[in-house]
């Protein structure tokens, strides 16, 4: 005869072994550096005279395609190319990132730079006005405005 296992007494023993394995798996949390990005970001436009230094916080809206825009404006297209090239700069030194995507280098009378959840736009004056970003995305919350 072969004896009958009550299934009671085993279930408590594989649970208890569960939880154990369970509690010994370490979690996989990713790196969210949006804070210092933002920072070094704005400090970086700073350091280059950028001007009307705004910074949208898009992640209570729908359709926003990235946390964060931070907008700038330069005098010339010379400025607007050094304020790019500073940002990229830092960025790399102090966080170790490039940027996703860049777009409007051959131009340089507006350039975007994509984090993917920080997306900066560096302006000619004239074509800030002409697109107003600001405006387009008024429902976002302002997180910094920087002296002008």
């Known amino acids: 005869m072969n004896p009958v296992k009550d299934k009671d007494e085993t279930t408590p023993v594989k649970a208890a072994t569960l939880k154990k394995t369970k509690a010994r798996q370490p979690k996989r949390q990713l790196k969210d550096n949006t804070e210092k990005l933002l920072t070094v ?69 507006w350039i975007l730079l994509d984090y993917f959840n920080v997306i900066v736009h560096v302006f000619l004056a004239d074509k800030r006005d002409f697109y ?10 302002l997180v910094k405005f920087a002296a002008q």
């Open 41 to 109: 970001i704005v400090d970086s436009i700073e350091d280059k005279k950028g001007e009307r230094i705004v910074v949208l916080n898009l992640k209570e809206l729908n359709n926003a395609m990235a946390d964060y825009f931070i907008i700038c404006q330069a005098s010339n297209k010379t400025q607007v190319e050094a304020i790019v090239r500073n940002i990229e700069e830092k960025v790399e030194k102090k966080l170790k990132e490039t940027a996703a995507h860049i777009e409007g280098k051959q131009n340089a009378e």
């Open 132 to 141: 107003a970003l600001e405006k387009l995305w008024a429902d976002a919350s």
